[in-house]
DNA sequence: GATTGTGTTTTA
DNA sequence: AAAACACAATCC
């Protein structure tokens, strides 16, 4: 009887071998017995010879699937991704797959709720609705066309959906979704604009390469018209018959952008995000396989989707954070989308106007075909970025004088005006509020990282370690501390400062919940809010005309810490957001408040652009040994017991001694050392030969895998780490 | 002696 | 990861 390997979702680093009557082709699912239990997994092989050493295997229980679930393409991919990231097979086709397949599923589509009107709804004017907006505004939507009562959900409140059903103006009905086999027959590619010519040379170097393996990286400023190549490129890939697909960052996804792409070409566009039901999101996942959707536009996870006639990929915003899975499987889609396009031989576009440095890397040393856009459409003009020295400034709640003056004018002015803390990559370093000197390992001339619970200062970049100073090093002041302010502490502030004025805090508690961000937004563009609180959040895809004061806060974190990818983040920020500020006529003003108003990384930001910037970060990158010069893997643990952590790290660390290619540095607290009541350590393995690294840790694992106390401390490995928190 | 809790081992 | 297994502590 033929012998079926099999990836079982459990975590360990193998497949397991059963029976069967026949053959069965790889990437379709089965169930099967393990222990005492049945489980779903994924046929990787089928042979004569078994490797495991006893003659009574068990049987599979019963096959799921006629035809693969996963195409030989995408079990190599899989593959790949589970040597890569030397997680276990089993687990990344789990995590591959949308939620119901993995329970078990059928692959076959089934019914869906949906919303369309009624004969009295299809009648009924906005007039009758008296002044319930949201009502109007979806009745109209579904006069147009019908919608699933899900996609309805993500826009409206189900209250909306259901005075109107109440009314009878609208109806809800399921059905099996209709198969759109035909969309090549009504695309539409009449109208469309001139592109200019920098466009026009993008769009034609893309174009040329349908067909076969290529990727680029178009670098184009806000305003540039980025998605007008894409969507000329698109265009191309399209009348060929073939599919493409796009990634977006989690924020970006909404529900204008869809509508951008299904209006220029009259096609269905499948979107998979975050809150789809696992029944939405196998339907897209079974449409995109059968080729019947030519556009697929999702977040990170969709770079899974199948594609029976794949024609090219898009990752938008390359550069933003959430492409890289922060848990289990921690994969960054952006690469693994470089590896599809390798092995469905097609085009990948890598498109951002802050582009990361690594694919910047990747594009100048000829790795990607470099793409750039410095055209404006348009007379789009940007706040003016200026640093305001704060050294031996008082500050009230964070906030010097001079910004809080600033602050008062333009909400007289009745402008709106944003602060930001940036706390991405804080790592708090020793400085001295007097003179602004920051506390520097000697030996690597790097700042140290305060670590509070340890009382003491720690170098991050070779690990050596030394007592908090009470005095300045250089002007023997005494106000040495980490500057740090909370969001809440801020808008407190901010109440007693401006009274008058209404706030808003948007962080990614404030923004939690189905629509509160969507609902937050239409308030600040209602000017319902005159001041804007926020963190990350609020620098992605949206546009705020009405703002004309931004102020940076806690710049310094950023530029004094031991991530050193925080310089690079926070210059993607302060990019991302001029360009989403103020207006042609309206343009504004944008400060950075700092200790250290001369900092070169700093001042090549503001004179010379991000472009230029990134060029000098790259070669400070290649000076200090950092990626994408050297590549890097990180161990992690946590414990209870610091020591257990730091303990079972010097063992890792120690299956690396032999490697002469591998440095390691640490064990290291995190630069949160404690969260949760668990003390958190971090060993990094460094290499200059990727090669090399990804050798040294496929030898490595078995044995980690057997140490005494990977057991007891919880540990996880992170290849291409992007944060050290 | 049974019961409850904790850590270890196995899964083909 | 989940369940079984093994062993120790606890209770009536």
Redesign the pocket.
């Known amino acids: 009887m033929p012998i079926i390997r099999v990836a079982v979702?459990?975590?360990?680093r193998?497949?397991?071998?059963?029976q069967h009557t026949s053959a069965l082709e790889p990437g379709i699912r089965v169930r099967?017995?393990?222990?005492?239990?049945q489980l779903i997994g994924v046929v990787l092989d089928t042979t004569e010879q078994s490797?495991?050493q006893?003659d009574k295997?068990?049987s599979i229980s019963e096959v799921l699937d006629a035809t693969g679930v996963f195409s030989p393409i995408q079990l190599k991919l899989c593959q790949w991704l589970s040597q890569y990231y030397q997680h276990p097979i089993g687990d990344v086709l789990h995590s591959a797959m949308p939620v119901s397949l993995r329970k078990g599923g059928s692959s076959q589509p089934k019914p869906v709720s949906y919303l369309h009107v009624t004969d009295a709804g299809q009648r009924a004017t906005p007039e009758s609705l008296g002044k319930a907006r949201k009502q109007q505004q979806l009745l109209g939507q579904l006069q147009q066309s019908e919608a699933s009562y899900s996609s309805i959900l993500a826009q409206y409140a189900s209250t909306t959906v259901k005075a109107l059903i109440q009314k009878d103006l609208i109806t809800q009905v399921e059905r099996i979704p209709s198969l759109d086999t035909n969309w090549l027959t009504h695309l539409n590619i009449g109208d469309k604009p001139i592109p200019n010519v920098e466009q026009a040379i993008a769009i034609s170097q893309i174009t040329s390469k349908i067909g076969q393996y290529a990727s680029f990286l178009i670098e184009g400023v806000t305003g540039s018209g980025k998605t007008e190549v894409y969507l000329q490129a698109i265009e191309s890939v399209l009348t060929q018959g073939k599919q493409v697909l796009i990634l977006v960052p989690e924020i970006g996804l909404t529900p204008q952008t869809v509508q951008r792409f299904a209006e220029r070409f009259n096609v269905p566009v499948g979107i998979l995000h975050s809150n789809l039901t696992d029944n939405e999101r196998v339907l897209v996942w079974q449409q995109s396989n059968a080729g019947q959707l030519p556009i697929i536009i999702g977040t990170r996870s969709a770079i899974f989707t199948p594609m029976s006639r794949p024609g090219m990929l898009i990752v938008d915003e390359e550069h933003d954070s959430s492409y890289k899975q922060q848990d289990g499987l921690r994969y960054h889609a952006r690469d693994l989308a470089v590896m599809r396009a390798v092995q469905e031989n097609i085009p990948l576009v890598l498109g951002s106007a802050t582009p990361a440095l690594e694919s910047l890397n990747n594009a100048l040393n000829g790795k990607y075909q470099h793409l750039i856009l410095n055209e404006r459409a348009g007379n789009a003009s940007h706040p003016k970025q200026q640093v305001l020295d704060i050294r031996n400034q008082p500050l009230e709640y964070g906030l010097s004088k001079g910004i809080i003056e600033r602050i008062g004018q333009h909400l007289a002015q009745e402008s709106q005006v944003m602060l930001f803390i940036n706390r991405r990559g804080y790592a708090p370093a020793l400085m001295c509020h007097t003179c602004g000197h920051v506390e520097q390992c000697p030996g690597c001339n790097k700042p140290y990282t305060l670590h509070k619970q340890l009382y003491k200062l720690q170098c991050h970049h070779c690990g050596s370690a030394k007592a908090i100073p009470k005095r300045c090093q250089s002007c023997h002041g005494t106000e040495l501390g980490a500057m740090g302010i909370g969001t809440e502490q801020l808008e407190q502030g901010l109440q007693q400062l401006f009274p008058q004025y209404t706030s808003v805090r948007i962080d990614s508690d404030s923004a939690r919940g189905k629509n509160r961000l969507n609902d937050m937004l239409d308030k600040i563009n209602r000017n319902e809010y005159q001041i804007l609180i926020g963190t990350q959040i609020l620098s992605k895809g949206h546009h705020f005309p009405n703002v004309t004061l931004v102020v940076i806060l806690e710049v310094d974190g950023a530029l004094f810490s031991a991530d050193y990818r925080a310089a690079e983040h926070l210059a993607q920020l302060v990019t991302q957001l001029a360009g989403r500020a103020g207006r042609a006529e309206k343009p504004g003003e944008m400060w950075l408040q700092t200790h250290d108003p001369s900092h070169p990384l700093l001042q090549d930001l503001l004179n010379n652009g991000y472009s230029h910037f990134a060029r000098y970060a790259l070669l400070e990158r290649q000076h200090a040994m950092l990626p994408p010069h050297t590549y890097q893997a990180l161990f992690r643990a946590q414990s209870s017991d610091a020591r257990l952590a730091n303990q079972l790290l010097m063992d890792i660390s120690s299956q690396f001694s032999y490697s002469k290619h591998v440095q390691c540095i640490g064990p290291l607290p995190a630069l949160m050392e404690k969260r949760q009541g668990k003390f958190r350590m971090q060993l990094v393995l460094m290499s200059n030969n990727r090669a090399a690294l990804q050798h040294a840790l496929a030898q490595a694992m078995p044995n980690i895998e057997q140490l005494p106390l990977a057991?007891?401390v919880r540990w996880a490995l992170d290849v291409d780490p992007q944060d050290f928190m």
């Open positions: 979702p459990v975590p360990k193998q497949f397991f071998e059963y099967v017995p393990f222990g005492p239990r490797l495991w006893s295997l068990k057991t007891k």
